[in-house]
């Protein structure tokens, strides 16, 4: 049995399905998870396994719906991915005051940027890390064609500049 860390009472454990609203997205239930409550203090504890999965469940549900984000799925997406507003903003492309926008509700994202913070997220684990001074740059540079030499080395496909 656990004890509680408030009154030092033992708390009763059962399944429970659990509103987790710490990722700041509105309806979402945990189904079935452990969850010890204090008849003592009204304290409880939720034991939630395997988080890092969790978090990859509902930020592929999140991108997987048909309509656009709102702005809690926008700031979760992007806590996901480990950006602060300011990375936010340079990856996207935008200003750190329309970021901020987007996820404060006054403006929404639009159409374009909404589909690319779902590639972002979708491709994130199979995407090499960029640095972002390199995209900083693209947005400077001027559009030149890409030459590119394409090889086959021991069985996978190298590029090479032209």
Not at 14 to 24: D, L, S, T
Not at 26 to 41: F, K, M
Not at 72 to 77: G, T
Request: hydrophobic letters at 40%; one cysteine or more; aromatic letters at 6%.
């Amino acid at each position: 049995m656990t004890t509680c860390l408030a009154c030092g009472s033992r708390m009763k454990t059962k399944r429970e399905n659990y509103r987790y609203a710490a990722v700041g997205l509105p309806g979402i239930t945990l189904e079935g998870v452990q969850v010890s409550r204090c008849g003592n203090c009204g304290e409880y504890e939720v034991a939630i396994p395997r988080i890092e999965d969790l978090h990859r469940t509902i930020a592929h549900a999140v991108i997987s719906k048909r309509e656009r984000l709102t702005p809690a799925e926008i700031r979760f997406l992007r806590k996901h991915i480990g950006w602060s507003g300011a990375e936010f903003a340079a990856h996207m492309g935008a200003a750190r005051e329309t970021v901020s926008r987007w996820e404060n509700g006054s403006m929404p994202m639009g159409a374009v940027a909404d589909r690319l913070l779902r590639m972002i997220v979708a491709n994130r684990p199979a995407a090499p890390a960029w640095p972002l001074e390199g995209l900083r740059q693209v947005a400077r540079a001027r559009p030149k064609p890409l030459r590119l030499g394409l090889r086959v080395a021991r069985g996978e496909w190298k590029a090479e500049a032209a």
